[in-house]
């Protein structure tokens, strides 16, 4: 038993080097640079407490990219899923080309995220295709494009990351949907019900435990965004997130103390959004 036990811990000894060098020991010195005043190019840095995690609190800066993370979280999580749960629902139907469209669906979340925003850039900059086509249908584009206004950079980011992101989670609640079974579906045929009663009844009820993991896991991600902005709009015009004030704070004013005290009050608030819906998951389950 002991041997076993050994040739396991030896076998997976190259993944815990891997974490304790690479994911543990960051995480930890991290913790520690976030209480003291360490710049790059600074010779020495002392401890200062929580004084970085004061600033923060009274930085207008991280405020706004707070409150920024949080209008991307909550106007893209809802969106993002409705649509995601009507197209598995369409997409599971028999027809012809079903195959197709699911590939098409999939495609943008398997497509590097920086071709994409590029892409989108594009599209949305003064002359683009979705700014002449606001034009056509009446709707008075700003004047230097969509990403180039505080009233609509944001929500231009968000409106692309829905496109990107709806494809994955489709799949996902096409896989629930699949493991749904069908004798349920056939005795509420027998029992008169419409497709609206047997959704409500049948399907939301059972896709429960899959809507919770996407809710969770596309949580996280949001929280994270990052990739999106510094492309398109490098945190300007109202567009600056917590991950982009991180980033800025770190590697473009190199005070990595204050970075990190800002990388974990990220980290608790998605900590603590990640507890809730886990304990909402498991509430769910039991009941």
Known sequence: MKLRQSTGILLASPWIA?????????????????FTDYRLLKPSYEWIGFDN???????????????????FVIGT?????????LLAILIAR???GRTLFRSAFFMPSITSMVVIALIFANLYSRGGYIYLLAKMLGIIPPDNG????????????????????VGYYMLLFLAGLKSIPIELYEAADVAGAGPWRKFCSITLPLLK????????????????????IFVMTKGKYGTSTTVYFIYESGLSRFNFGYASAAAYVLFVIIAIFSF????????EKIG
């Open 53 to 71: 995690y004061i600033g923060l609190f009274s930085d207008p800066a991280f405020i706004d990219s707070i409150k920024n993370t949080f209008i």
């Open 209 to 228: 435990p899959v809507t919770l993991f996407i809710i969770v896991i596309n949580t996280i991600k949001s929280f994270q965004i990052f990739i999106e």
């Open 77 to 85: 999580i809802p969106t993002t899923t409705i649509i995601a749960l």
């Open 146 to 165: 969509f990403l180039l206004s505080n009233k609509t950079a944001l929500l231009s980011v968000m409106a692309m990351d829905i496109w990107m992101s």
């Open 276 to 283: 809730l819906q886990f304990k909402l998951m498991r509430q």
């Open 18 to 34: 891997t974490f304790l060098i690479f994911w543990f020991f960051p995480l930890l010195y991290s913790l520690f640079l976030s």
């Open 94 to 96: 028999n027809f012809t």
